[in-house]
């Protein structure tokens, strides 16, 4: 049981106060009837609650990393493949889908949510989110390949890429930084160079990094900082 102002603010029908003004001028239903009281207590789980006549579902938003291992595909189901989903068996009823793919090849950092808007955010091409990925190279890492991927190379699109950052580890393995997403965009980009990704893990996503403790096929909730910082 959940007090009925609190329950509109939680699934983001207002804040605090806006949801006490409808409350108020009659503006919600609980099972039919109008009730102008924010406290009274309602269950979350079977009652029906309408706002201005649109229903109110409840729905907890949860968000988990997944460190994707290869060989898995990033999709909620498939006839053939095993999913990243296939993985998380303990987390069900909640709708959960992956924000953006990974190759089957690649593995690293996956965002796992029901959060449509945070995901929509993470997504979109206008917000430039940066994703640092873990490169092995089959053949050594030039500096003029360095130049040329930060200056933006021609993937066979309509624009170059956009500038990416490139940290030189070793002769054969970079980290690099890109604000794009298009489809096996870095395998593109290494193409581009003359060169060829043999290994690819996604480290972070704008603000959330994969947690170094979690084994390729593993997952964790993200904690309430992770979540407020991607947000
Ligand atoms: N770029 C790729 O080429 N593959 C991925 O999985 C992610 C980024």
Same mark, same amino acid.
């Given at each position: ?10 699934? $983001? ?157 070793? $002769? ?39 947690? $170094? ?19």
């Amino acid at each position: 049981m959940i007090r009925l102002d609190k329950f509109l603010c939680m699934m $983001e029908a207002g804040s605090r106060s806006q949801v006490k003004e409808l409350i108020r001028k009659g503006q919600v239903t609980v099972n039919g009837s109008v009730v102008r009281q924010a406290d009274v207590k309602i269950n979350e789980e079977e009652d029906r609650v309408f706002c201005q006549g649109k229903e109110v579902f409840f729905l907890l938003h949860v968000y988990y990393m997944l460190n994707k291992p290869a060989g898995v595909v990033s999709a909620t189901r498939d006839n053939r493949e095993k999913t990243v989903l296939d993985l998380m068996k303990g987390v069900t009823g909640k709708n959960l889908f992956p924000v953006g793919r990974l190759d089957k090849d690649t593995e690293g950092l996956l965002l796992i949510t029901n959060d449509g808007e945070l995901s929509h955010n993470l997504l979109s091409p206008a917000k430039h989110v940066p994703k640092t990925y873990l490169v092995k190279t089959l053949k050594p890492f030039s500096q003029e390949m360095k130049e040329s991927l930060e200056a933006g190379v021609d993937i066979g699109e309509d624009k170059p890429t956009r500038p990416a950052k490139v940290h030189l580890m070793e $002769e054969n393995l970079i980290r690099l930084t890109i604000t794009e997403g298009k489809y096996h965009q870095v395998k593109r980009m290494l193409k581009a160079v003359d060169n060829e990704v043999i290994y690819l893990k996604r480290l972070s996503m704008g603000s959330l990094e994969l947690d $170094e403790h979690l084994a390729p096929g593993e997952y964790r909730q993200l904690t309430e900082a992770e979540v407020e910082k991607l947000k």
